[in-house]
């Protein structure tokens, strides 16, 4: 089983409607991240999450929202998904010590049409 | 603050010869240094990181990157390039006691291998 789990792996959803990414790891890190991939655009952190109970905007969070259900559990949703949030989404885990570096799941590939 | 610069968008090899993907940074303290790949349909993969031991740091696959801090660069290198090697390679920059644990990404380097 890979470390980071993300589902589902392709989402085709309408303008308007809420949808919610999951991310499970089995790595023990406490912090996890989301980060959205566009074309030329590198990747850009949506939110962030040093534990259970520390959640922290990252630099475009606007329309999103997320969950830490556990230590093991980071969900990003979309309350109210819109054309331009279609890009590929990415959660990530580290140690307490950044400089050791991120794990990244395989991705979710979202269109909103 | 911190910013990182990925020089090239676009790099094109034979295969067998040198790699060359650049990246230079910015930060205001002590960063922490990295370069991820990605290939097609793939997540990212950590490659190698510098964390202030050794300026030469060697990574997976037969990359290398060297850290100048006087020319704020990072590198990446790889003596010969393999039909594999074509992916997209991300630089990565930290600051590692300040930024809270977040991390700026360069825009990429699509990097194509022919044969």
């Known amino acids: 089983d890979a470390d980071v789990t993300q589902t589902p792996r392709n989402r085709i959803t309408k303008t308007g409607k809420r949808i919610m990414l999951e991310c499970s790891q089995t790595?023990?890190?406490?912090?996890m991240y989301w980060y959205r991939q566009d074309p030329g655009l590198g990747l850009r952190l949506i939110y962030y999450?040093?534990?259970?109970?520390?959640?922290n905007k990252g630099e475009i969070s606007d329309g999103y929202s997320v969950s830490r259900q556990a230590q093991a559990k980071f969900s990003l949703s979309l309350e109210s998904a819109i054309p331009n949030q279609t890009a590929l989404y990415f959660c990530?885990?580290?140690?307490?010590?950044?400089?050791?570096?991120?794990?990244f799941g395989s991705g979710t590939r979202l269109t909103v049409v | 603050a911190q910013s990182v610069t990925q020089l090239d968008s676009h790099v094109s090899v034979s295969e067998g010869t040198p790699v060359l993907l650049r990246c230079n940074y910015s930060?205001?303290?002590?960063?922490?240094l990295f370069w991820y790949v990605q290939h097609p349909n793939k997540g990212l993969q950590l490659l190698l990181k510098y964390t202030s031991a050794a300026t030469l740091v060697k990574g997976i696959n037969g990359f290398e990157a060297e850290f100048k801090k006087s020319e704020t660069s990072f590198h990446l290198t790889k003596p010969s390039a393999h039909m594999s090697d074509a992916a997209e390679y991300f630089c990565?920059?930290?600051?590692?006691?300040?930024?809270?644990?977040?991390?700026?990404f360069g825009d990429g380097t699509t990097l194509t291998v022919k044969p």
């Open positions: 930060s205001s303290y002590s960063p922490s």
């Open positions: 990530a885990t580290s140690e307490d010590r950044l400089h050791y570096g991120y794990t």
């Open positions: 990565v920059v930290s600051d590692r006691w300040t930024n809270a644990g977040k991390s700026t």
């Open positions: 790595k023990g890190h406490d912090r």
């Open positions: 999450s040093f534990d259970v109970k520390d959640i």
